[in-house]
């Protein structure tokens, strides 16, 4: 079993950043895949990025590619999403997510934090 608790959401003017935290507790989290995803009001949950915990390798939807960064902190088994140059479309709630091999589906992860707001104000 997977814990997954995010942080760090909130109001944010068109053009700032923010940074979402994700700690994850409950097994070891070496061979894990963390996804990030976000839906906005009467949209499906849609696909954001992810990272190879292992190698730290990531991967971006064209949506997002250039403005969000994700990382991970090993030692506090913490993911995060950085997001900078953040548009009101951006405006959706984000979550986090973890399976054991690669996947932009959010059908694949069984694992899910409780999600965190984002708002972006023009």
């Known amino acids: 079993q997977v814990q997954l608790v995010e942080s760090g959401g909130g109001l944010v003017q068109a053009g700032g950043s923010l940074r979402l935290s994700c700690a994850a507790s409950?097994?070891?989290?070496?061979?894990?895949?963390m996804g990030w995803f976000r839906q906005a009001p009467g949209k499906e949950r849609e696909f954001v990025g992810i990272?190879?915990?292992?190698?730290?390798?990531?991967d971006y939807a064209d949506a997002v590619k250039g403005r969000f960064t994700i990382s991970r902190d090993n030692a506090k088994n913490t993911g995060y999403l950085q997001m900078n140059s953040l548009k009101p479309e951006d405006t959706a709630v984000y979550y986090c997510?973890?399976?054991?091999?690669?996947?932009?589906?959010?059908?694949?992860?069984?694992?899910w934090g409780q999600g965190t707001q984002v708002t972006v104000s023009s």
């Open positions: 409950g097994r070891t989290f070496r061979s894990v895949f």
């Open positions: 997510a973890a399976r054991d091999s690669y996947g932009t589906n959010r059908r694949g992860y069984p694992y």
């Open positions: 990272i190879n915990w292992s190698s730290g390798s990531t």
